[in-house]
Every structure is written in C-alpha cells, then in structure tokens.
C-alpha cells in the first residue's frame, strides 16, 4: 500500500537559518502530494501540493519539487522565522479522483530568535 | 465561505460512555473524510463518507466505531463505551467532487477519557 517516510524530528534552528524537511513515498501510480502544517492546538493547513512529476509547491517562502525518480518531496525553505515553528507533515493521495489521504509521522519544527 | 466545522472541540467522557462527534464539511463539499492523531503521532485515516454513504472505512476499528453522514446535516463519528485508548485528536476533512481533491481540515475534536 501507500506510505509516507518524513525526517524524524524535532528539529531546532536559529531565525534565517536554512531548512530542509526530507520526504519520501511509496506509491502505485501517480499520486498528488501534499505538506501540511499544524500550529499548536489547531487543525491542519494546506502549505502547498504537487499533482505531477517536477511540479513545484510554493507558498509563504516554502518549496517543495515532485520527483518521481527518487520518489521525494522534500520541503524547503530559504530563511526560517520564529513563526514558521510548527508540526509539518507530508502527506499523499491517489491518482482516482477522491482519496484518502496517507501521512508521514509529523516533524515538530522550532526556530529560535 | 466558512471553513469545515467540528464541535464539541473539546470533550470528556468517562470509560464506557458514548462520544458524538460533529463535523460540518465547507459548503459545496460532498466528501467527508475522519483521522485520528494519537498524541505525538500523525494522522491516521478511519473512514471516508459521501452524502448517506460509506465509501471507505478500512481505517475504522472494527467494533464500538461506526460513522454517518446524512443527506441534511452535519456527519457524526460515534464511538460506543469509550476506553482510555480512544483519548485522541479527532479531525474531519472535505473536498469538493471535481479534479485532484484537496482536502480542507477542520480545527479537530480533542477527546479525553478519563
């Protein structure tokens, strides 16, 4: 079936600091994929999504490229700030139309100032 | 448009009560989809509704777990005699029906058993 591996947290870095979260999947098909991102206490927010391969995902200074040759979807960013400290979560679904969507683990984010 | 809506957010049962959970999908969505987050975990699909039927549920534990999402109405997540192990997030999701569905998240329903 459908997995998501995510990089295990926490993970710690100082404000402007560089930021890479790795993803990886397993998947039949051509699958969309998604990163998600839950502040404390809340619901989860889409941060960008990719539906085919070298599809780029861009939102609030995040980017992640669709690569179906190494089947990843790492997440990036150029310059963290304290706010961006959250839980982010790669996630998956199927290429039919309405599907479930497959999670990876969650990696817990903080940025110190 | 208002965003998916869940009540009770929070809510406490005693071992072997019953939880009722509510989630209002985004106006114009006819999917409905359940997770659940253990603590310090992700999310975990349990079971996916279109209006009056199930279409999915391989995630749904087999007993005490049962879920609905009538043709007027918000879609309810029951669980019967709850036990400690049902302590969770409980989020609910929508989609719209056309295209590579996006799902919108609902600010989740935290149930504690104590």
């Known amino acids: 079936g459908n997995s998501v591996t995510q990089m295990e947290g926490p993970v710690t870095l100082s404000e402007e600091a560089f930021l890479t979260i790795n993803c990886t999947y397993t998947?039949?098909?051509?699958?969309?994929l998604f990163w998600y991102v839950q502040y404390p206490g809340e619901g989860l927010q889409l941060l960008l999504k990719a539906t085919k391969a070298d599809d780029k995902g861009s939102n609030k200074g995040f980017e992640a490229t669709y690569r179906k040759e190494t089947t990843s979807f790492h997440l990036e960013k150029g310059s963290v700030q304290v706010s961006d400290s959250a839980v982010y979560f790669c996630a998956l679904s199927g290429d039919q139309g309405a599907q479930k969507l497959v999670f990876g683990q969650g990696t817990r984010l903080t940025i110190n100032p | 448009n208002a965003g998916v809506m869940q009540n009770p957010r929070h809510l406490v049962r005693r071992r072997g009560q019953e939880a009722r959970l509510r989630c209002s999908p985004m106006?114009?969505?006819?999917?409905v989809y359940w997770y659940r987050q253990l603590p310090e975990e992700g999310l975990k699909f349990m079971v996916y509704?279109?209006?009056?039927?199930?279409?999915?549920e391989s995630g749904m534990p087999k007993e005490r777990f049962s879920a609905e999402f009538p043709k007027e109405g918000p879609s309810i997540l029951r669980i019967q005699q709850v036990v400690r192990g049902d302590s969770a997030a409980y989020f609910c999701?929508?989609?719209?029906?056309?295209?590579?569905?996006?799902?919108?998240f609902g600010p989740g329903t935290r149930l504690t058993v104590l």
């Open positions: 998947a039949t098909g051509y699958p969309s």
């Open positions: 509704l279109q209006k009056e039927n199930i279409i999915d």
């Open positions: 106006k114009g969505h006819s999917h």
């Open positions: 999701a929508s989609s719209p029906d056309r295209g590579r569905n996006e799902q919108f």
